[in-house]
């Protein structure tokens, strides 16, 4: 039988019934659905990972600018401070915020990211995961298994509501790369699905309503910044719900609640570029600037 859910009560469940992890269920309903093998899902994933780690690498130590010149630089300027100064948020956060700069800036420069579960979002999941496997000293194969967790996180927002910006907003977006995220280091840290799905319900709520407005339409601004601070956002999330402290909204209801806010808020504030910062004085020159070279 089809290994099969289409929200977080049905993956508790099935996750309760057979007491294993979502990761080993993501795994098994990918082998029913592709009728490739294990071994060759799970190789599939390292390369995933491989391809995310090379991303941050490249952002965090080569010189890489975006082809409008608004972005490019920080991760390294983030980089060098945690290297070599007292932090306010701590090291490992600040690593963690600068591996996600770092790839939404080889994005902007045309450089090969992973989708996680987009383009504008692709750098969460990648400086959450990679951080803490540096940090934890945990295995690719550990960190593969806990993509396959973020995986069943963000096929249940797709299949229940939006990850994208143009439907949902920014919520919608970075929303739910972190909701992956969170939910994918509290398996890796040995926590219980239950308490992956509050992790995951909690990020979402943390920034529900946060409207998608990219300056001149393009993933940079604020899209950049808003990475880190989904990964910040993870990051929290993750440590509460360890600690076991649980959503009082369930996941599902954030879920559709997220939907139903995003379908809220005019096309002005979903990726059109015609509100938000992209509507300032600033957002708007910028955007004459940028098209005029062109």
């Known amino acids: 039988m089809l290994t099969e859910f289409s929200n977080g009560v049905e993956l508790s469940k099935i996750c309760n019934e057979s007491n294993k992890k979502i990761w080993e269920i993501m795994i098994e309903r990918e082998v029913e659905n592709s009728q490739l093998d294990r071994e060759a899902i799970l190789n599939y994933m390292k390369e995933n ?3 995310m780690k090379n991303s941050i690498k490249k952002g965090l130590y080569e010189d890489v600018k975006s082809v409008s010149g608004l972005v490019g630089g920080d991760a390294k300027l983030i980089r060098e401070r945690y290297e070599n100064e007292k932090t306010v948020s701590g090291k490992r956060m600040n690593k963690a915020v ?3 700069v770092a790839v939404l800036e080889v994005n902007a420069s045309m450089g090969q990211i ?3 579960p987009t ?3 692709s750098g969460i999941l990648p400086a959450a995961l990679v951080t803490v496997g540096e940090d934890f000293h945990i295995s690719d194969d550990q960190l593969s298994k806990a993509l396959f967790t973020a995986s069943a996180i963000g096929y249940i927002i797709t299949k229940n509501a939006t990850v994208a910006g143009a439907e949902g907003g920014c919520q919608a977006e970075t929303g739910a790369a972190a909701a992956m995220a969170a939910s994918a280091l509290v398996e890796l840290l040995g926590g219980s ?4 799905l509050d992790a995951a319900a909690m990020t979402i709520k943390n920034i529900l309503g946060l409207v998608c407005d990219p300056l001149a339409g393009l993933v940079e601004v604020p899209c950049v910044k808003r990475n880190a601070i989904g990964v910040a956002n993870a990051f929290i999330c993750s440590d509460m719900a360890l600690a076991g402290v649980k959503s009082v909204i369930p996941f599902d209801e954030v879920v559709e609640a997220m939907y139903k806010v995003g379908k809220s808020l005019p096309c002005e504030l979903r990726e059109t570029a015609l509100g938000g910062l992209a509507a300032t004085p600033t957002g708007i ?3 004459k600037q940028i098209f005029s070279k062109k």
Do not use: C, D, T
């Open 285 to 287: 020159r910028i955007k």
């Open 193 to 196: 699905p239950e308490q992956a």
């Open 49 to 51: 990972l491989n391809i």
């Open 98 to 100: 600068a591996s996600a």
């Open 114 to 116: 992973v989708a996680a």
């Open 119 to 121: 383009a504008g979002s």
